[in-house]
């Protein structure tokens, strides 16, 4: 059974930092293609950054040089380091895991940005 877990979410500060950890069991991270998506109240879930097997990262236009997406294959778990915070990033973020025809969703993490 595929289970993925996101932690770190939270209430930050605009200009503020989070680390998000999404933990997976059931399949092994490093051989997935690992995304980060969020949703924000009112609006469709939309793309945040992607990590691929051989390590090539890719991020929303929106995000880049702020958030990083990570991996730690010894933990099986996928990062993603959010920093200078906008009110506009608040949104529930899920962590997702992609292979061939199969995919997996975690439940997701709250991060709410205060301006």
């Known amino acids: 059974q595929v289970q993925l877990v996101e932690s770190g979410g939270g209430l930050v500060q605009a200009g503020g930092s989070l680390r998000l950890s999404c933990a997976a069991s059931?399949?092994?991270?490093?051989?997935?293609?690992m995304g980060w998506y969020r949703q924000a109240p009112g609006k469709q879930r939309e793309f945040v950054a992607v990590?691929?097997?051989?390590?090539?990262?890719n991020y929303a236009d929106s995000v880049k040089g702020r958030l990083t997406i990570s991996r730690d294959n010894a933990k099986n778990t996928v990062y993603l380091q959010m920093n200078s915070l906008e009110p506009e990033d608040t949104a529930l973020y899920y962590c997702?895991?992609?292979?061939?025809?199969?995919?997996?969703w975690g439940q997701g993490t709250q991060i709410t940005v205060s301006s």
């Open positions: 059931g399949i092994i991270v490093s051989t997935y293609r």
């Open positions: 997702s895991a992609h292979y061939m025809f199969n995919d997996y």
């Open positions: 990590i691929l097997s051989g390590g090539y990262t």
